[in-house]
């Protein structure tokens, strides 16, 4: 499986923007880019996901580079609410039906 | 309110006993899956099923097993014969293969002495 690099903890200030960046750089061309986060003792929850172009949703945006070896998660004005554990996940288009988490990066609100 | 639900939140048994965990959905989804997530780690497959009486094998399906009998309910059943089933337990759903994003419930924390 295409694997996934992400840095270990981030802090943000509240109400600011935060870009979360991922590496991806064996993805392949069916793969597409997954976006989940984990609130404490939580369940994952979906914010956004994207194959070639940029993607914008009520969540978040996602901007993927050109050569797709690379994408960033920006929550464009942080609350206290965003402060969890952010999984970028590649997922294979063709119905292989793995979601490899890895570690993800660990965001922290500073109010 | 559609959603997935498992119950229960916290679960403890005894080791060398069977327990199953439960998994329900009324979001009429064809696909669901159970992960298991260690402290400080990332959601490793166990098992998922694609359609009803159908399951596959995940990444760490030994000492636990499935049945999928109806579209809504996927239970998961630790065995005694897994080595560490202390763990917090995940079920997901979606609505097929792909690129569709998957629903979580809440969790099932399973502690085992």
């Known amino acids: 499986d295409a694997k996934t690099t992400q840095p270990n903890s981030m802090e943000s200030n509240e109400e600011e923007p935060v870009h979360l960046p991922c590496n991806h750089s064996?993805?392949?061309?069916?793969?597409?880019i997954h976006w989940y986060r984990q609130l404490p003792s939580q369940g994952p929850e979906y914010v956004i996901h994207?194959?070639?172009s940029n993607v914008n949703n009520r969540m978040a945006s996602l901007a993927i580079a050109e050569d797709r070896k690379s994408s960033t998660l920006i929550l464009h004005r942080a609350t206290l609410r965003d402060a969890a554990v952010y999984y970028c996940?590649?997922?294979?288009?063709?119905?292989?039906?793995?979601?490899?988490f890895g570690t993800g990066t660990r965001l922290t609100i500073i109010p | 309110d559609g959603g997935i639900t498992q119950s229960p939140k916290y679960l403890f048994r005894k080791e060398g006993q069977n327990v199953t965990l439960s998994c329900e959905q009324n979001?009429?989804?064809?696909?669901m899956y159970w992960y298991r997530q260690d402290p400080g780690q990332g959601l490793r497959l166990i098992y998922y099923?694609?359609?009803?009486?159908d399951f596959q094998k995940g990444d760490i399906a030994e000492g636990y097993s499935v049945s999928r009998e109806k579209k809504e309910s996927f239970p998961l059943t630790v065995t005694s014969a897994q080595k560490n089933p202390t763990a917090f337990y995940l079920c997901?759903?979606?609505w097929g293969t792909g690129s569709y994003e998957q629903y979580f419930g809440p969790g099932t924390r399973l502690t085992v002495t």
């Open positions: 996940i590649l997922r294979d288009g063709f119905g292989n039906e793995k979601l490899t």
């Open positions: 064996t993805i392949s061309g069916t793969d597409y």
């Open positions: 997901a759903s979606s």
């Open positions: 099923s694609q359609i009803v009486n």
């Open positions: 994207g194959l070639t």
């Open positions: 979001l009429n989804h064809d696909a």
